[in-house]
């Protein structure tokens, strides 16, 4: 219950902004259509209230209508008339469509009666809505299960699918495509690597198109025919592509709707975009013409035509590169300033430690304190931007632990490696799924396969609960060591197990005071424990399906959380209701994390994007692409300047937040990489992967090599140099161990964990 | 970038009989063959889709291996029930079994039996999981302890041996300077760039740190020491560490350098201590020996054929020494011999060579021939059987002409039993039954008699011992229904439930190993059999004796103790 107090005191002065978004979605009668509301179809999801979606193109004036439908189905006449006059849409045309979405909104509630009733389905329709076109796809896609449903259903699969009923000579397809193919390949050497973005876009709308309108053998011929063409980096998707070969799988396929909601898109400079329409509009290949004006979306540059190796390094996401303008918005990407404790610092100093010299310790304190003395960074976020919990006591005292620790830290370079210390975990039966670290390196907790959560401590001192209620009674409150007294010295033990999941347990988080414990799990839940009475406090239900990973906030109090729901939610802990849901992600979200300034999340996912939000109002404020696979780790340099990603490609790619950019890609690791870590200083960074090696990288120098005129930054070009080789500084293979969880102590000794597999 | 091809995307589906026996057995028949065929390509869609799921569920529980769990949970994320009862330990539970033209997969229940469970003890319980901490690194050095997988696996070490300009190092680094540059690099993306340096960089001796030294110094002398408890535990070590690549040069040195002293003073204890250490390190799974073969061939080759190896050659059993030798030889020649080093053909020549010399001495000639004969059946085929002839003239000459010295009838005679131990179980194989020691007489001369007693003992040896093979494969195969089914020549029918078949050769095994072969195998022992013998009926013989002479050897070892101690 602890949990809950702390946070209610904070959560008093935090109403001025915490209420806005939750009175957005509580005012609305039910939480349920509030939500529904909320998503505007643009790519900048979720910000509550602030729907202007654009009228313009067609799919979006079809979203409009199934909401519209689905509001006044509901009875919600007020908000129909609303979003109508906002939309400018006669009165006639939500009319028009009635008869069709009658049954869709109701298809969509039964499909999902297994789950939370209501609330499931409009959670589900949140996953896919996102995205511009096709509002009512997602209760599509589970319906499509129920047969029963399905005949209803079929005018709004049109209208989702009703792009690809066009009707062209299937036998044509072919020749269009290989047409193409030998337009490109005839082009200037320049143009031709922009140019062969097109075809994978290309050729999966072509083979959906023919698959849609029943050519299944013409369908196969053609991906036989094609599909070697296209990027190694594709394989997956064209894997599952491979397997859809009716129209009746279309229904229900999230892959496939993630292609047919989102616009891919390219990046092509203009010379090259002149040159593509000149061509088709030449050969009056109105096919292909009417893809590319339907699924893709061009985004043209003026300047050189980037290379072969530069699309590369951008290319290889679920839905194409970002769009420029995702990665213009500021990121306050700077560190907060530290609290305030220099005073009670050196009382609480002398009261801690009086065996200590003052002076001694005034002066280390000054080095690493050294932005103290700074002004306020610029790109800092203001100190209030979103409200933190007041440093209790404790935590002062555990701050001014850490700026002991933090003089007597070893500076790392290139010359100077740390100390790899493995922990690892004997006996786990291939069971380990998550690891954390304590801060401060004291207790470790593993996550296991049959659903236990299991708390070690490293140092000699063991742990132990708080006493039962009746002995809590019996003790003398007035004594000075009351909190020792508190604690049963027959529960005392090396390890503890949490026993309350239902599932694997695939993501677990210390908080930073070290009294809780976060756990997520395949179940559904997170799970908030106590690390005093060794119970389990809380259970946050709101993610339907497995939740990936979850991490408390750096200053405690708040926690993200991301699942196979493809929503990333923000929690407090005294809320068993999220805060923000951040949606626009096409697939799970594999990886979260907390910028250090606690003022945006990062979540990286299966469509290969990692997505940086903004607490604050809810924003994705930058999309990076570029990986090749599922990312799952993600870390933040201590600066909070920069940013690492390894995904199951093996590569680790290092972004500027503040740019929009990537700066730098690492190869090495042959397997998945599952945790990245940079050192306490920023100098080093360590990946560990399922290949077994923990490698450790230059960052000092990845970071330092960068230019970023003003060009690059401008157009997003970027040229990578391949010095992988240079900026890796070891790496070091262990036992048939697969490192799953790296940590700097504070002293900036690298800790590793694994679950050795004999 | 058309890139390299990859393998064909699958377009695999279900066979339509499948969907038939599906229906059957939820009761629905007749299917047609429109339905089957639309109802395969449905499922087979759904199931990769649930596998494409499964992967996920695989990739967060951060593990290489699909298992039914993942399955479950990707079904329940479509809300479909799991299915129960699959937890299956085997990596794929279903047996196969065909007959009648049907082939089936199926999944294997057995009929348990209640009492056996009650009765037998229960099993250990599996130990709980445990946290235990090691240093990976060490400020950028990664200390060789049994906890870090060894420095250079021994295929690099293979690969650095037999293709030297090739060489990439991953993961290794004992030079402690120079920071993994380059070392991550995969043969593919490193090879053009480092090409160049490699071949400048001069071979170097790895200096060993206080801590090797220290070790080496303790393993050297407990080898060689007097105590054969701390002996143990040096061969032990040296047989298992992982960290011995950097010191090998020294212990192969060593070896090398102890073997030429010692036998030029007759130190037989000292030789067979040198010989176990060799043994010890072609045992360590970490260590790829080829790049010190030049040192270490001369000193077993010394140990097989030296002149003299002991003080009193009337009374020491170096005979056993050769042996031990002569089988490490083989072992070598098996593990080490390429086309391009030839090491065995080489090592054959030089043993004929000595043998066919007419003034080599006994010890020399007993050690040629069973350095020889350990090399296997061909070898002994080819080689040995045409000089039986000769060989047993030589032996008559000595055992029944003028006694000359008391040496050469001991060496002698211990020559014939080598012969026929050798050549007895060989010949077995190759000659028709009807034993007829008149034949043997005029095939191999003076020897006939003796071999043909042997040849029929081994006849009788390899049959007693391929009936239990049989029997023994039986009990092994019996309760996979696939054998009964063939066995009993009906359709699958008479097949699982098969108790008592199992039960009568289960305790004809139980019964007849024990009488037949008097001593059971130790494990070193049961090594050499899958060696010497390429398969067969007439192992039993052979594998006897190689026992024998293995308890001989050992035991000659802590005989001679003493006779060392004198040395000293």
Redesign the interface.
């Known amino acids: 219950m602890a949990a809950v107090q702390g946070g209610l005191v904070d959560a008093v002065e935090k109403k001025d902004i915490k209420t806005e978004p939750s009175e957005d979605s509580g005012g609305n009668n039910n939480a349920n259509d509030g939500r529904l509301l909320s998503p505007p179809p643009g790519s900048s999801a979720s910000a509550p209230g602030g729907n202007k979606p654009p009228a313009g193109a067609p799919e979006d004036q079809q979203t409009l209508l199934a909401v519209l439908q689905f509001l006044r189905k509901n009875n919600l006449a007020e908000s129909v008339e609303i979003l109508r006059r906002e939309a400018g849409l006669p009165e006639d045309a939500l009319d028009l469509k009635a008869g069709d979405s009658a049954g869709a909104g109701s298809g969509g509630a039964g499909g999902t009666v297994?789950?939370e009733g209501e609330d499931a389905s409009s959670l589900l329709s949140r996953v896919t809505v996102s995205s511009s076109a096709a509002a009512q796809a997602p209760t599509k896609g589970r319906t499509g299960?129920l047969p029963t449903k399905a005949v209803e259903d079929q005018p709004d699969v049109n209208v989702v699918l009703s792009a690809y009923s066009q009707q062209g000579d299937p036998a044509l397809y072919g020749v269009y495509y290989s047409g193409l193919k030998r337009f490109i390949e005839s082009v200037l050497d320049c143009h031709r690597a922009e140019l062969s973005q097109v075809f994978y876009p290309l050729f999966v709308h072509m083979y959906l198109e023919l698959v849609y309108n029943n050519h299944e053998n013409e369908a196969?011929v053609f991906?036989?025919k094609f599909?070697?063409?296209q990027?190694?980096y594709y394989?997956d998707d064209?894997?599952?592509l491979?397997?859809?070969?009716?129209k009746?799988?279309m229904r229900g396929?999230e892959t496939l709707l993630d292609f047919r909601t989102s616009k891919f898109v390219l990046r092509i400079s203009r010379d090259s975009y002149q040159l593509l329409k000149r061509h088709l509009q030449e050969r009056q290949n109105n096919q292909i013409w009417n893809i590319i004006q339907e699924h893709l979306y061009i985004d043209i540059f003026d300047g050189m035509p980037r290379s072969?190796s530069q699309i590369?390094a951008m290319s290889g996401s679920l839905a194409g590169e970002a769009k420029r303008e995702a990665n213009k918005a500021k990121v306050y990407y700077g560190l907060l300033k530290e609290p305030e404790i220099e005073l009670p610092l050196d009382d609480e100093d002398e009261e801690a430690e009086n065996e200590e010299g003052k002076p001694k310790k005034k002066k280390p304190k000054k080095d690493s304190m050294g932005s103290k003395s700074k002004k306020q960074d610029p790109n800092a976020p203001s100190q209030t931007r979103i409200p933190l919990p007041e440093l209790k006591d404790s935590d002062k005292l555990d701050k001014i632990m850490y700026m002991k620790e933090a003089t007597k830290r070893i500076r790392l370079g290139?010359?100077?490696?740390?100390?790899?210390?493995?922990?690892?975990?004997?006996?786990?039966?291939?069971g380990?799924?998550a690891v954390d670290f304590t801060d401060d390196s004291s207790l470790?907790a593993?996550g296991?396969?049959d659903s236990t959560v299991?708390v070690?401590s490293?140092t000699p001192k063991k742990l132990r609960k708080v006493k039962s209620a009746a002995d809590l009674n019996l003790i003398d409150k007035e004594s000075d060591d009351v909190l020792e007294r508190i604690m049963d010295e027959k529960t005392a033990s090396e390890?503890k197990i949490l026993y309350g999941h239902s599932?694997?347990v695939?993501g677990i988080s210390f908080s930073p005071d070290r009294n809780y414990l976060l756990t997520c799990s395949?179940d559904g839940t997170i799970r908030l424990w106590s690390l005093q009475t060794f119970t389990c406090l809380v259970g946050y239900k709101g993610h339907n399906?497995?939740v990936?990973d979850t991490q408390f906030s750096p200053h405690g109090y708040y926690f993200i959380s991301g699942g196979?729901d493809r929503v990333a939610r923000l929690w407090a802990t005294d809320h068993y209701q999220p805060l923000r849901m951040f949606s626009g992600h096409l697939a799970?979200i594999?990886s979260t994390r907390f910028h250090p300034n606690s003022n945006y999340v990062v979540t990286g996912s299966?469509d290969r994007t990692i997505r940086l939000w903004d607490v604050l109002t809810g924003n994705c404020v930058r999309i990076f692409t570029g990986h090749k696979g599922?990312i799952?780790a993600l870390a933040f340099s201590p600066n909070g300047k920069f940013l690492a990603s390894g995904a199951?490609d093996g590569r680790v790619l290092l972004w500027d937040i503040g740019h929009g950019l990537m700066i730098g890609e690492l190869?090495?690791h042959?397997d998945?990489i599952?945790s990245l870590k940079f050192s306490r200083d920023g100098e080093i960074l360590a990946s560990g992967s399922?290949d077994n090696?923990?490698?450790l990288w230059d960052a000092t120098k990845a970071f330092d090599d960068l230019e970023t005129d003003d060009f690059t930054a401008a157009t997003g070009h970027i040229h990578l140099q391949d010095n992988s080789?240079?900026l890796?500084?070891?790496?070091?293979?262990?036992?048939?161990t697969?490192v799953?969880h790296l940590h700097f102590t504070r002293r900036n000794l690298l800790l590793?964990a694994g679950?050795y597999n004999p | 970038m058309a890139e390299e091809r990859r393998p064909k995307q699958c377009t695999v589906v279900l066979p339509t009989e499948s969907m038939k026996a599906m229906a059957e057995s939820i009761g629905v028949g007749q299917l047609q063959e429109e339905s089957c065929v639309a109802l395969s390509e449905e499922v087979s869609y759904r199931i990769k889709e649930i596998a494409q799921d499964a992967l996920k569920f695989m990739h967060h529980g951060k593990r290489r291996k699909l298992t039914t769990n993942d399955i479950d949970n990707a079904l329940k994320l479509k809300n479909v029930e799991p299915l129960y009862g699959f937890q299956s330990q085997e990596f794929i539970p279903f047996r196969f079994a065909s007959g009648g033209g049907r082939e089936l997969h199926f999944y294997e229940e057995k009929e348990v039996d209640l009492s056996d469970i009650i009765n037998t003890p229960l099993p250990r319980v599996p130990l709980d999981v445990s946290l235990k901490a090691h240093w990976l690194s060490i400020e950028g050095v990664q200390p060789s302890i049994p906890e870090n997988p060894p420095p250079a696996p021994k295929e690099q070490q293979k690969v650095e041996s037999t293709e030297p300009l090739k060489v990439v190092k991953p993961g290794q680094e004992e030079d402690g300077t120079v920071q993994g540059k380059g070392q991550g690099a995969t043969a593919a993306d490193g090879k053009g760039k480092e090409k160049g340096l490699i071949r400048l960089k001069p071979r170097s001796t790895h200096e060993l740190s206080v801590e090797q030294q220290l070790y080496y110094k303790e393993i050297t002398e407990a080898c060689v020491g007097s105590c054969e408890a701390k002996r143990a535990e040096a061969l032990q070590s040296i047989a298992t560490d992982p960290g011995l690549y950097q010191m090998l040069p020294r212990f192969s040195t060593f070896i090398s350098e102890g073997v030429r002293v010692n036998v030029v003073q007759n130190n037989l204890a000292l030789l067979i201590y040198l010989m176990r250490m060799v043994k010890a390190l072609m045992d360590n799974p970490t260590l790829y020996l080829e790049k010190y073969l030049h040192e270490l061939i001369p000193a077993v080759v010394t140990c097989i054929v030296s002149k003299q190896l002991c003080l009193r050659p009337d009374v020491d059993n170096h005979w056993a020494l050769r042996d031990f030798a002569a089988r490490l030889m083989a072992q070598s020649c098996k593990t080490f011999s390429t086309t391009t080093n030839n090491i065995q053909s080489r090592i054959t020549k030089t043993f004929t060579k000595s043998w066919l010399d007419e003034k080599t001495q006994w010890t020399t000639r007993y050690g040629c021939i069973a350095g020889l004969a350990e090399l296997g059946a061909d070898v002994i085929k080819t080689l040995i059987l045409p000089r039986l002839t000769v060989e047993g003239a030589r032996i008559k000459a000595v055992m029944e002409g003028p006694v000359v010295s008391n040496i050469d009838k001991i060496g002698a005679d211990h020559v014939q039993s080598l012969l026929l131990k050798h050549c007895a179980s060989v010949i077995a194989k190759i000659r028709p039954q009807p034993d007829n020691v008149e034949q043997y007489r005029i095939d191999y001369g003076y020897l006939g008699p003796m071999l043909c007693s042997h040849v029929m003992k081994a006849r009788t040896q390899a049959a007693l011992q391929a009936q239990q093979v049989n029997r023994t494969t039986l009990t092994i195969t019996q309760p996979r229904p696939t054998l009964t089914v063939s066995q009993s020549g009906l359709s699958g029918s008479a097949g699982p439930r098969t108790p008592s078949i199992i039960k009568v050769p289960s305790s004809l095994t139980l019964m007849s190993p024990r009488p037949g072969t008097p001593s059971q195998p130790s494990p070193p022992a049961t090594k050499y059999i899958v060696m010497a013998t390429s398969a067969g009926p007439a192992s039993t013989q052979q594998f006897l004796c190689l026992d024998f002479h293995h308890q001989i050897s050992e035991d000659q070892i802590t005989v001679s103790n003493g006779s060392k101690e004198k040395c000293n």
């Not at chain 1, 491979?242 to 009716?246: A, E, N």
């Not at chain 1, 490696?417 to 039966?429: D, E, G, Q, T, V």
């Not at chain 1, 890796?728 to 262990?734: I, R, V």
């Open positions: 297994d789950l299960l196969k991906f036989e599909s070697g063409d990027e190694c394989e064209l894997r599952v491979s397997s859809l070969t009716k009746e799988h396929n072969k590369d290139p010359d100077n490696l740390p100390s790899i210390c493995f922990y690892s975990f004997l006996n786990a039966y291939q380990l799924t470790i593993g296991f396969a299991r070690w490293v390890s599932g694997p695939y395949e399906y497995p990936w196979h799970d594999t299966s599922p799952h199951t190869k090495g042959t998945t599952y399922m090696t923990v490698r080789q240079e890796l500084l070891g790496t070091y293979m262990s036992k048939s697969p799953i590793a679950a």
